[in-house]
């Protein structure tokens, strides 16, 4: 984050009490010993109960929202009564009574499955649209299905999705001690109820009273869904329940999960350096720009080694100081500079086409006109100033994919007086192994802060089309027939698979028992490009079928649901190598028309004919996995790097 100084006098009776004081940031505001909120996730019209519920109580949260286009409700919650568009309307209803938004994905879908380019837009997207539909800042964040990692990557997918989230201007992560094994920069909580869950359950009330070290401030979540029946009917008794004995406790600050993440980023980021002359206390405080905090919750700031009485004035030019009554200390609240103030106004501009005809685009707020676009290795933000005033603390943040070294780069513009112009360029510079991160349409973001007449964000986006990834990945390598069912006495899957492995060349299409033809087919690349290229496509469809049994397109009903793969590894010379799958859905390998035992394949040089028999499992451990998008298969070696040098080609035929 950008940072800037407040410079703080406290002045006292005498020079000995200036010399005997400590001036330092209090772990919590108002030195509270913990923070109580609520998460709610989803754009769900039972989230305008919940917010009800809360308001009755003097509680605070925030909802985790997906786009605001498409609100689901549940049958039993009729609370969601509406004069217009629900993305209008619901919004400044959820906001009401110090409530704040968090992001939550666009699309909700299972985020390690994504191609990296997709999941950026999905997490930075996101933010983008909340914040110019709901006019609020975002900085908090919670994961679909609480899903950010899967075996087979050996916490690759963890990794990258907390690096698209910390460029993407996020830093808090509202997951249940997501810090408990390292610390990934984002910011957590302590989940004290999950959906109604009061008996003993993983989250329980219990963990709110277990002794904690003197520095613990946590952040103790009720949470996750704004679900009727999980809290008892359309009045949610089991939250009102749960807020009558969690309430009005002085020790705990009800706040927002903004606000929580604020303060506590504050406190371990904001160094205060102090000297004495004569009977004053001149502190220096670096604090972080309330722009890259998103919000603009005052600091506690204590004077220990003295009695309150001995304190005369606290001061700080260009910041707003209020005293705070705590026990046994002088304490004040800072501000930000008043000049620092908190956004009024959210625009945004698209270039989803990355055209760089700068007289195509229409003027924005304050008449700021602006464009975005990629021409090979160097971004270009063109800004002109149409107003009839300067814009004054314009700065810019380039936030950018994962394919890039540097995911965040800020330039400081100042000023640009009426009718000026500027253009700002930033080289960029691909990581290392970028053709992991070069998949799908690339997400480009400008976040240009100003003052005009009003403090302003606009937000400048472009897309830049993607390519196919290359041949090492197995996305496209591969034919694909299915779904072939598993519980029915007119076939055997692996008879199916044996027929066409041994025998002769396999037919196009087959009439099956079910009713249907059954037909040999690939993807073309545009319809999977969503996926991330490990992943080879079964359904070409997001979720699971299972999940979604209300949809006929997409159910299937039969269990368990059999696809059989056959494609082709190019190899440049005899070698052995590791394939790394889900040994729960790999239920058959055949490499050059033998079957393989383990995870072990002996290539030879050229091609070789490799077979997959693949079940995706299904129920309740399939509903929020990556197996229901297709087989996940990677090739690598001892030690578990990729082989690039080995090709996937789908054959001629199956």
């Excluded at 001061?315 to 004040?332: D, I, N, R, S, T």
């Excluded at 040999?520 to 999977?528: D, S």
């Excluded at 499992?617 to 030690?639: H, K, T």
């Amino acid at each position: 984050m950008d940072s800037y100084l407040q410079t703080i006098r406290v002045t006292f009776r005498s020079e000995a009490a200036a010399r005997r004081a400590r001036l330092g940031i209090a772990p919590l505001y108002h030195d509270l010993r913990a923070a109580f909120s609520t998460r709610m996730d989803d754009t769900n019209a039972g989230s305008l109960g919940v917010a009800k519920v809360m308001a009755n109580h003097g509680q605070k949260g925030t909802f985790y929202l997906n786009r605001l286009q498409v609100w689901w409700e549940d049958n039993a919650y009729t609370g969601a009564e509406m004069s217009g568009d629900p993305a209008g309307e619901f919004p400044p209803r959820l906001l009401a009574g110090g409530n704040s938004i968090g992001g939550h994905t666009t699309s909700h879908e299972y985020m390690p499955a994504l191609s990296k380019n997709l999941a950026f837009r999905e997490i930075m997207g996101i933010r983008v649209a909340l914040e110019v539909q709901t006019r609020s800042p975002v900085l908090s964040f919670t994961y679909p299905y609480v899903s950010f990692r899967t075996e087979v990557r050996d916490g690759c997918d963890r990794t990258d999705l907390e690096a698209m989230l910390l460029r993407s201007g996020y830093y808090q992560l509202a997951e249940h001690q997501y810090n408990a094994d390292r610390d990934s920069g984002l910011q957590d909580g302590v989940f004290v109820i999950c959906d109604g869950d009061t008996d003993g359950g993983r989250y329980t009330e219990a963990a709110l009273t277990q002794p904690r070290a003197e520095p613990e401030r946590p952040l103790f979540l009720v949470t996750m869904h704004p679900w009727v029946h999980a809290w008892g009917g359309p009045e949610f008794p089991k939250l009102a329940e749960i807020y009558r004995k969690w309430s009005g406790r002085k020790d705990w600050w009800y706040c927002n999960q903004n606000q929580y993440a604020a303060y506590r980023y504050q406190a371990r980021h904001a160094p205060l350096q102090a000297s004495v002359e004569g009977n004053v206390l001149r502190a220096v405080l670096t604090r972080p720009d309330s722009l890259d905090l998103n919000d603009w919750t005052p600091l506690t700031l204590k004077v220990e080694g003295v009695t309150p009485g001995e304190v005369v004035s606290v001061a700080c030019a260009g910041a707003e100081v209020q005293p705070v009554a705590l026990e046994g200390a002088y304490a004040f609240d800072l501000f930000h500079d008043r000049q620092r103030g908190a956004i009024e106004v959210y625009a945004e501009t698209d270039n989803p086409e990355n055209s760089d005809q700068f007289e195509g685009t229409a003027a924005g707020a304050e008449g700021l006109r602006a464009l975005l676009y990629r021409k090979g290795r160097v971004l270009t933000l063109a800004l002109r100033n149409e107003g009839g005033r300067a814009l004054e603390d314009l700065r810019v943040v380039f936030r950018l994919p994962l394919r890039w070294e540097d995911g965040v780069v800020r330039k400081h513009v100042g000023s640009l007086g009426a009718g000026a112009a500027v253009t700002l360029e930033v080289p960029l510079t691909e990581r290392a192994d970028a053709e992991h991160y070069t998949d799908g349409a690339e997400y480009n973001v400008a976040q240009v802060d100003f003052r005009g007449s009003r403090r302003v964000r606009l937000y400048v986006t472009c897309e830049v089309p993607g390519g196919e990834p290359p041949a090492c990945f197995a996305r496209h390598g591969f034919w694909v027939i299915g779904p072939l069912p598993g519980d029915m006495d007119e076939i055997d899957p692996q008879v199916f698979a044996k027929s066409f492995r041994e025998g002769p060349p396999p037919e196009r299409t087959y009439t099956v028992p079910w009713g249907r033809s059954l037909s040999w087919r690939h993807f073309p690349p545009a319809e999977v490009s969503f996926l991330d290229p490990d992943i080879i496509p079964t359904t070409g469809r997001s979720n699971t079928i299972d999940f979604f049994k209300w949809h006929s397109s997409r159910h299937f009903p039969h269990t368990p649901i059999h696809y059989i793969l056959s494609g082709r590894i190019v190899s440049p010379e005899n070698r052995t190598v590791r394939a790394v799958f889900f040994p729960q859905g790999v239920k058959r390998l055949w490499l050059n028309g033998q079957p393989v035992k383990g995870a072990e394949l002996a290539l030879k040089q050229g091609n070789n004919d490799l077979r997959i028999l693949y079940a995706p499992p299904m129920g309740s451990e399939s509903q929020f996995s990556e197996r229901n998008y297709g087989c996940y298969f990677r090739l690598s070696d001892a030690r578990g790097k990729r082989m690039k040098d080995l090709h996937f080609t789908r054959p001629p035929t199956p």
